[in-house]
């Protein structure tokens, strides 16, 4: 019987490994050795992003075959060494768009009309103000980094809205972004002609850091920053810095260098940032749909049957 090793909770699929041997570590960061450790004999393993599974990891595993993990991104996970070894990678690439999409757009609802601050404002008291005016989408440029299937899917659900939609990413032609009443351009032009900027990137070599502290100053002392995707995406320390300078009019991150983030981490210090614990991707028909279809690839594999090839991030290990 095969062996699996879940790092995240997996009761919910236990039909699916009805013929495997499931355990359970419990859900946390782990060091290296901590990692081989728990993982000691898996043919399979179920992960989530607080660790990282690279060539050390998957030397110590020589019996490991699939490394499953639900959602699209994938960046903790070293795919060409595990492809390397002969190890699948799984994953359900743009399932989660449709809730990122939707809570992007609740965000920076959120952030421009100061719903945060203002029940705050509320609770200790006060009533209403001009202070407690925000802005309306209405009339904003909203510049989307990345317009894949989260950047499509929130592209949709801000049109009704009213701003200006305008895009870059150099995989996706006219058309798409046509159909959508997007408007690409280059990068440079992006942080120009927006007020608000979304990022829908995945995390690699060529994103990493692509956004610093200039790329934030060119949006303006009214710019607004919107993070879904990965925070290394922003310079570590850029989005700090912009906002103690008043470079920036706010900010609405749901991913954090550090996670879970250290209770001092400074982008809490800021009253006009909204800030919530990696939730976008997690709405509760889209997370069982995500565990579900991973815990079915992982079980196909294991049994040597067929697999939907693009759910497996190296195919070409299969």
Sequence with gaps: MPRLVAFRDVDSVAGTFADIEVVSVPKDGYTTDELIECAAGADALFVH????????????????????KPGSGIDNIDVPAATERGIAVTHTPGMNADSVGEFAVGMLVSLLRKLGESEAHLRAGGWRSPEWWGRELRGETVGLLGLGASGTATAKRLRPFGPDLVAHDPYVDEAHAGEIGVELLDLNDLFDRCSVLSIHVRLTDETRGMVGADELARLGTDGVLLNTARAAVVERN??????????????????????PPRPDDPVFSFENVLATPHLAG??????????????DSVARILANDPVTKRLVANPETL
């Design 282 to 295: 997690a709405g509760r028909h889209t997370r069982v749909e995500m565990l579900e279809t991973t815990a």
């Design 49 to 68: 992003s607080e660790n990282e599974y690279g060539p050390v990891v998957f030397d110590a595993l020589p019996d490991l075959r699939v490394v499953g």
């Design 238 to 259: 850029a989005l700090h810095d912009a906002l103690q300078a008043g470079d920036l009019a706010g900010a609405a991150v749901d991913v954090f260098h550090d996670e």
